[in-house]
């Protein structure tokens, strides 16, 4: 099949040049890399919201006259803003996954209203299924893998406030 096919996709929508601006991007590029480097941006966002929810946290009269409450009710709270982090990365990647998927290629030649769908020609599939298996697919599995850790550290910081 010839490797020049025209695509009237415009270049910035197809799925491959979508996944490298993802890729080339500060934010989403967290988990492209090691794990540690997820692992540090996420503490990093921890550790700036910390003190300010501790201050919110202070506002409640109960847990102002128990300081170990207190810090671990902030602690939790804290986390929020990392898993919302995680939320959007997981929904950017999804997306692209999708688009790297899918047989067909939507896209907007001048805007919203003007819609169209163009098939992709068999080469330009399997270089994308390559992509998302061995590039996307990893990826993903790095996101869910640190939302899971949030939401238990959420839990168990929850049920460790309660305790207490």
């Not at 929508?13 to 988990?31: G, I, M, V």
């Not at 390559?130 to 697919?137: D, F, K, S, W």
């Amino acid at each position: 099949m010839n490797e020049f096919v025209s695509c009237p996709v415009p270049p910035e929508q197809r799925p491959l040049e979508e996944f490298q601006e993802l890729t080339d991007s500060w934010f989403f590029a967290w988990p492209v890399g090691d794990q540690p480097y997820l692992s540090r941006s996420l503490t990093i966002s921890w550790m700036l919201m910390l003190p300010l929810c501790i201050l919110i946290a202070s506002g409640s009269w109960t847990l102002r006259a128990d300081p170990p409450r207190l810090v671990v009710a902030g602690a939790v709270a804290a986390l929020v803003l990392p898993l919302l982090l995680l939320v959007r990365q997981w929904l950017g990647w999804t997306y692209v996954m999708k688009r790297l998927l899918a047989e067909k290629v939507d896209y907007e030649e001048s805007g919203w209203y003007d819609g169209q769908t163009w098939e992709k020609p068999l080469s330009w599939r399997s270089k994308d299924l390559l992509v998302a298996r061995h590039e996307v697919r990893p990826i993903l599995g790095r996101l869910s893998r640190a939302m899971a850790a949030a939401a238990g550290l959420m839990l168990g910081g929850a049920s460790l406030c309660q305790a207490l």
